[in-house]
């Protein structure tokens, strides 16, 4: 399965936008990449996902690049609500198997 | 309906003992997972069902036993488990009948936390 790179952790102040990056440099060309986050005491939460084109939704938007190597999740207006664990997967649901990473631990601070 | 609804939401067993969890979407989706999930660690994936039939087996010891009854309902059966199997275990589901498939997205359930003593 291809691997994906994240940050550990990252800050944000509350109504800031908030950038979380994520590393795919061995992505093939029918992985999709996916989005999801877990906050605390809950089950992963779908985000967003992209295949090439940047993608925009009601909870956040994915920005892929043109290689494809790598994506950033933009979370608009960060609220204390959104404090989780994003992680930054890639799906080609071929054999239906979608594996997490590491993820990056977001916090969210007044 | 858009939830999976996973129960008991705790469960402690001995080791000796034989218990179940179970998992019930009634979305229509045709592909239903487990995962398990260790404190602070990301959720490891341990089966997938589509369409009713195991699909892939993560080498999962035997001790875990999954059943997929109906296409609405996922069970894993519990026996002889050991204190390292406590942990919280994710279901999840998704259409497998999206095209193309990896624009597949799973919807989790809140999971059942589960206590080996």
């Known amino acids: 399965d291809a691997k994906t790179t994240q940050p550990n952790s990252m800050e944000s102040n509350e109504e800031e936008p908030v950038h979380l990056p994520c590393n795919h440099s061995t992505i093939s060309g029918t992985d999709y990449i996916h989005w999801y986050r877990q906050l605390p005491s809950q089950g992963p939460e779908y985000v967003i996902h992209g295949l090439t084109s940047n993608v925009n939704n009601r909870m956040a938007s994915l920005a892929i690049a043109e290689d494809r190597k790598s994506s950033t999740l933009i979370l608009h207006r960060a609220t204390l609500r959104d404090a989780a664990v994003y992680y930054c997967i890639l799906f080609s649901g071929t054999a239906s198997k979608l594996t997490f990473g590491t993820g990056t631990r977001l916090q969210v601070t007044l | 309906d858009t939830e999976v609804t996973q129960t008991p939401k705790h469960l402690v067993m001995g080791m000796t003992n034989k218990k179940s969890l179970k998992c019930e979407q009634h979305m229509g989706h045709r592909a239903m997972y487990w995962y398990k999930q260790k404190a602070k660690k990301p959720p490891e994936l341990m089966f997938v069902?589509?369409?009713?039939?195991?699909?892939i087996n993560e080498s999962v010891p035997s001790r875990f036993s999954p059943e997929c009854p109906n296409s609405s309902l996922l069970n894993l059966h519990l026996h002889a488990l050991q204190p390292e199997d406590s942990a919280l275990y994710l279901c999840?589901?998704?259409?497998?009948?999206?095209?193309?498939?990896?624009?597949?997205?799973?919807?989790f359930g809140a999971g059942s936390r589960l206590t080996v003593l």
């Open positions: 069902y589509s369409y009713e039939k195991l699909s």
């Open positions: 999840a589901s998704s259409q497998v009948d999206l095209l193309p498939s990896g624009a597949n997205v799973l919807t």
